[in-house]
């Protein structure tokens, strides 16, 4: 229901586009959210935007350097990074909003960010 | 920001035994806290949410209880399915914070 793309390896300082195609729901009526895990280590919330896209969100370690925004019309959440840190280098998950809260499901299978030189 | 803190980081246990994990806040969530399982290679998975409300379809040896700053995930008899990392997580003003995790391994 959730299908990430874009991920790859990319140089420090460099930009990337995640993409996020839903499926399966009314994608307008749902807050969304990117959420990433760093290899072998633990789940780190990054960015959320609520429905009809009034409001973003994001952690402080990318507030600055990504933008979170979706397309409605084609079902899509979207990531942009900018400036990118050998820190960031993770999967990255989109999730979606349930019952009206920032509980997180589904889930997408994720999309891996390498940033190395 | 809110801190999570799990506790344990890891935990050994036998099928059939009963698991309890916690979690912490730096500060007060009311039931503003969900749990997850994550099995490697895989997307987490909600199990709680509100602190006690199971998720549909999982199964009924998973409990959640807790408000305030402290929160207890249970399974009530540990089954060889459940091998997995468990987190926490909580909400506050649409922003989030993940536990740092806890690996369950069965004997």
């Known amino acids: 229901q959730l299908v990430e793309s874009g991920g790859g390896l990319v140089k420090p300082g460099g930009s990337l586009r995640l ?13 969304m959210n990117w959420v990433r895990q760093a290899p072998g280590k633990g789940l ?9 896209s009034t409001s973003m969100y994001y952690a402080d370690s990318v507030k600055g350097r990504f933008t979170i925004s979706r397309d409605d019309a084609k079902t899509s959440l979207y990531l942009q990074m900018s400036s990118l840190r050998a ?3 993770a999967v990255y998950y989109c999730a979606r ?5 920032h509980w997180f499901d589904p ?3 994720g999309t891996l960010v390498t940033v190395s030189s | 920001d809110i801190q999570m803190t799990q506790s344990p980081s890891t935990l050994s246990a036998s ?13 007060s969530l009311s039931t503003w806290l969900a749990w997850y399982q994550q099995k490697p290679g895989k997307a987490p998975k909600l199990l709680i949410y509100k602190a006690s409300s ?8 998973f409990s959640g209880s807790g408000s305030g700053a402290e929160f207890t995930l249970t399974i009530s008899s540990l089954q060889p399915d459940d091998s997995a990392t468990y987190y926490c997580q909580q909400y506050n003003s649409y922003t ?3 536990g740092q995790g806890t690996k369950v391994e069965i004997k």
């Open chain 1, 87 to 89: 820190e960031d280098t």
């Open chain 1, 44 to 52: 780190e919330w990054v960015s959320s935007i609520k429905s009809g």
């Open chain 2, 54 to 61: 199971l998720e549909s379809g999982v199964p009924s040896r």
């Open chain 2, 96 to 98: 989030s914070t993940f």
């Open chain 1, 19 to 31: 993409s996020c195609v839903a499926s399966g729901f009314t994608f307008i009526g749902h807050g």
């Open chain 1, 107 to 109: 889930w997408g299978q």
């Open chain 2, 15 to 27: 099928v059939g035994d009963k698991v309890t994990i916690t979690c912490r806040a730096s500060q």
């Open chain 1, 97 to 101: 909003d349930k019952y009206g809260a």
